[in-house]
């Protein structure tokens, strides 16, 4: 039965590694991979009260993780409806291409530590195509903005999923991932960042021609700013409410969503028609990326038989003894987390490694957080933030590789180096 669950699992991961040349979603190959896990595992264990209890356990964890993505996807489609990012993007102006890339390199990090990456990559992306006229400088700018948001996003609780998977799962607390990240998390963005700019030298910011920087917003500046700042005060608020009422964060996000909701509803509700349609909480419910919240069901839910089987475990105790160096063994995690999706990974990784062994905020986690959020800029495929700006400006695979891939390399190991060593200090 282990060898076949194995064998399953490793089908499945390849054919999500493998989503564009297969042609088939990988959230198919997820729930399919769930399904015949499970349903392995339930013939061969052969008690079947031990299996439900085993497989309600396993739902609570998701479920907690799926709505509070859920929640927050939601949040940021209705302040993206009401044209509320245009409150930061609007605020760019400068003329040399290598000031802009300051600019966006740290409004893509902050923001990114906020929403989380895959959001900001969306958002910055596309102001970029209303800034920049030359396809060359817009992919250039893409590739920093993806290593920027992926950075931004491992060094707070709600930045990066697989950062809040570690969080709700109880591996990290809020206050202490933010003080242990930050710094290595900066250094990934301003290795490349640094090294960027010096290569664009004082090449002028060519802007397209048919952009007018007072178009006219279906939006009131009133509408944009209550929703941009009551979205922000929301999911920043969310590790406050968690830690005073000790509920998980799932929680809070769906009271924010709620108090959002209202206030949307009583600030539109003289309006009719289409323009009150476009702006409702309900519609925003129906433009969230449903398929990625299908996959990470599916994910975890197939991770979940690996860890009831101790086969994770097994994995950790071979790792442990083969490479030995537990700081070595994450830094590996994070540089496979370029190839395959780094959700399975950190998903794999806290079934491998037990909260008894490795207490919260042990170096294990937070390594962990800062690698698998941060490898996944090596390659453009390694993380929802690469994958987003892939799809929104066509990069090519290989022409990612050329040019971006050294850097975030380089910023990738400066993060890590400096880790160990601040760990080394402060312990």
């Given at each position: 039965?282990?060898?076949?669950?194995t064998?399953?699992?490793?089908?499945?991961y390849?054919?999500?590694?493998?989503?564009?040349?297969?042609?088939?979603?990988k959230s198919?190959?997820a729930?399919?991979g769930?399904?015949?896990l499970?349903t392995i595992y339930?013939?061969?264990?052969?008690?079947?009260?031990?299996?439900g209890?085993?497989?309600?356990e396993?739902?609570?964890?998701?479920?907690?993780?799926v709505f509070?993505?859920?929640?927050?996807?939601?949040?940021v489609?209705?302040?993206?409806?009401?044209?509320?990012?245009e409150?930061i993007t609007?605020?760019?102006?400068?003329?040399q291409?290598?000031?802009?890339?300051?600019?966006v390199?740290f409004?893509?990090?902050?923001?990114?530590?906020?929403l989380?990456?895959?959001?900001?990559?969306?958002v910055?992306?596309?102001l970029m195509k209303?800034l920049?006229d030359?396809?060359e400088?817009?992919l250039?700018f893409?590739?920093i903005?993806?290593?920027?948001?992926?950075?931004g996003?491992?060094?707070?609780?709600?930045?990066?999923?697989?950062t809040?998977m570690?969080?709700i799962?109880?591996?990290?607390?809020a206050?202490?991932?933010?003080?242990?990240?930050?710094?290595?998390?900066?250094?990934?963005?301003?290795?490349?960042?640094?090294?960027t700019?010096?290569?664009l030298g004082s090449?002028?910011?060519?802007?397209p021609?048919h952009y007018?920087?007072d178009?006219?917003?279906?939006?009131?500046?009133?509408e944009r700013?209550?929703m941009?700042?009551?979205?922000?005060?929301?999911l920043v608020?969310v590790?406050?409410?968690?830690?005073v009422?000790?509920l998980p964060p799932?929680?809070?996000?769906l009271?924010?969503?709620g108090?959002?909701w209202?206030?949307?509803?009583?600030?539109?509700?003289?309006?009719?028609?289409?323009r009150?349609?476009?702006?409702?909480?309900?519609r925003?419910?129906?433009?969230?990326d449903?398929s990625?919240i299908v996959f990470?069901?599916?994910i975890?839910l197939?991770?979940?038989v690996?860890?009831?089987t101790?086969?994770?475990?097994s994995?950790?105790?071979w790792?442990?003894?083969t490479?030995?160096?537990?700081?070595?063994?994450?830094?590996l995690i994070?540089?496979?987390?370029?190839?395959?999706?780094?959700?399975p990974?950190?998903?794999?990784?806290?079934?491998?490694?037990?909260l008894q062994q490795?207490p919260?905020?042990?170096?294990?986690?937070?390594?962990m957080?800062?690698?698998?959020?941060t490898?996944?800029s090596?390659l453009?495929?390694g993380s929802a933030?690469?994958?987003?700006?892939?799809?929104?400006?066509?990069?090519?695979?290989?022409?990612?590789?050329?040019k971006i891939s050294?850097l975030a390399?380089?910023?990738?190991f400066?993060?890590?180096?400096?880790y160990?060593?601040q760990?080394r200090?402060?312990?």
């Amino acid at each position: 039965m282990l060898t076949a669950l194995t064998l399953i699992f490793v089908l499945v991961y390849a054919a999500i590694a493998l989503e564009h040349p297969l042609k088939v979603n990988k959230s198919a190959s997820a729930l399919l991979g769930a399904g015949l896990l499970w349903t392995i595992y339930a013939l061969g264990q052969g008690d079947a009260h031990l299996v439900g209890e085993q497989l309600n356990e396993s739902l609570m964890g998701t479920a907690q993780i799926v709505f509070f993505l859920m929640g927050a996807m939601t949040i940021v489609e209705v302040v993206d409806a009401h044209n509320g990012f245009e409150v930061i993007t609007s605020r760019i102006k400068t003329t040399q291409l290598s000031s802009l890339m300051w600019m966006v390199g740290f409004v893509s990090f902050f923001l990114s530590s906020i929403l989380d990456n895959l959001t900001t990559t969306i958002v910055m992306v596309s102001l970029m195509k209303k800034l920049l006229d030359k396809r060359e400088d817009r992919l250039f700018f893409a590739g920093i903005i993806v290593i920027a948001a992926n950075a931004g996003g491992a060094w707070t609780p709600i930045g990066d999923v697989t950062t809040t998977m570690l969080w709700i799962g109880g591996q990290i607390t809020a206050v202490e991932i933010m003080k242990g990240l930050f710094i290595p998390s900066l250094a990934n963005l301003l290795v490349p960042l640094g090294i960027t700019a010096w290569m664009l030298g004082s090449r002028p910011v060519i802007a397209p021609h048919h952009y007018n920087s007072d178009e006219l917003f279906e939006t009131t500046a009133f509408e944009r700013n209550l929703m941009f700042f009551m979205g922000l005060a929301i999911l920043v608020l969310v590790p406050v409410f968690k830690t005073v009422t000790h509920l998980p964060p799932f929680m809070g996000i769906l009271l924010g969503l709620g108090v959002l909701w209202m206030v949307g509803d009583l600030v539109h509700r003289k309006e009719e028609g289409l323009r009150k349609q476009r702006l409702t909480l309900a519609r925003a419910l129906t433009r969230i990326d449903m398929s990625s919240i299908v996959f990470f069901i599916g994910i975890l839910l197939s991770v979940a038989v690996l860890e009831h089987t101790h086969i994770l475990s097994s994995i950790a105790q071979w790792l442990d003894t083969t490479v030995g160096r537990q700081d070595i063994i994450v830094v590996l995690i994070g540089l496979v987390s370029a190839v395959v999706d780094n959700v399975p990974l950190v998903a794999a990784s806290m079934g491998m490694y037990s909260l008894q062994q490795y207490p919260a905020d042990s170096f294990l986690w937070e390594f962990m957080a800062y690698c698998a959020g941060t490898g996944g800029s090596i390659l453009i495929i390694g993380s929802a933030a690469g994958v987003a700006a892939m799809g929104l400006e066509k990069i090519d695979f290989i022409w990612y590789v050329k040019k971006i891939s050294w850097l975030a390399l380089a910023g990738y190991f400066s993060g890590a180096i400096l880790y160990i060593v601040q760990f080394r200090l402060l312990h």
